[in-house]
């Protein structure tokens, strides 16, 4: 089964760019891994953000964008803010396979 | 809009049995197929079981296969999850997830969350 990376911790300033990223041990991602992106504030449940790379549920703020980035799939926030404050998930599909998740990125506003 | 309420879950000891039930609405349910996803305290979203729309394909992760049972009810809208044999690595709280898609499938990729139940296996 592939192993899927993100970073543990990020921190990013009020107002301020943040960029997550998520790799496969399998190679480069592309947009036939069909990203996910998951939400999960402190004590809630995960909520979808992104899927299929940069496409947005209705509930998506606009601050948030997914994207490839060098690799791997990226989650943009411009303009942070202090709801943002939460542990994001990513989720990539593999055609020999299950859907794997990666361990997740703690971002901090601060 | 879409809702899942997840209930049964609670403190239970090793060896012991409890069954978790998913309440949906607000969507067609036997076109979407469901997934049980858990998180142990401080951990990540590991994939627990999934079950397609019609209920005839169904998916363990290897840390349950053969203790868990998923089974659904298309009539009342109602996806379950019988754990038996429980372990203390079972601690976690169990979410309910939805496919993003209407599809006859096990390989779900998640749209919709239920709020999570908690599961404690202690003696």
């Known amino acids: 089964q592939a192993v899927v990376t993100q970073e543990p911790s990020l921190t990013v300033s009020p107002g301020g760019t943040v960029t997550l990223t998520c790799g496969s041990s399998t190679g480069a991602v592309t947009s036939g891994h069909y990203p996910f992106w998951f939400q999960q504030r402190p004590g809630q449940a995960p909520r979808t953000l992104i899927y299929?790379?940069?496409a947005k549920e209705s509930w998506t703020p606009a601050r948030f964008s997914g994207s490839l980035l060098g690799g791997k799939a990226a989650l943009t926030l411009s303009g942070a803010q202090p709801e943002d404050e939460a542990q994001y998930h990513c989720?990539?599909?593999?055609?020999?396979?299950?859907?794997?998740f990666g361990g997740g990125t703690k971002l901090t506003v601060l | 809009e879409v809702q899942l309420v997840e209930s049964g879950g609670g403190l239970e000891q090793p060896g012991g049995a409890l069954r978790l039930s998913c309440a949906a609405s607000g969507f067609t349910f036997n076109r979407y197929g469901m997934a049980w996803v858990r998180q142990a305290p401080g951990k990540g979203l590991e994939w627990v079981s999934a079950i397609s729309g019609t209920g005839d394909s169904t998916y363990y992760g290897d840390s349950v296969k053969g203790r868990f049972t998923i089974s659904r009810d298309n009539s009342k809208n109602t996806v379950y999850l019988q754990m038996n044999s429980l372990r203390p690595e079972d601690t976690a709280v169990y979410y309910c997830a939805k496919d993003r898609w209407a599809r006859e499938t096990t390989v779900v990729t998640p749209g919709d969350w239920g709020q999570g139940t908690l599961i404690t296996v202690s003696s």
């Open positions: 299929d790379t940069d």
């Open positions: 989720l990539l599909s593999y055609s020999a396979g299950r859907p794997v």
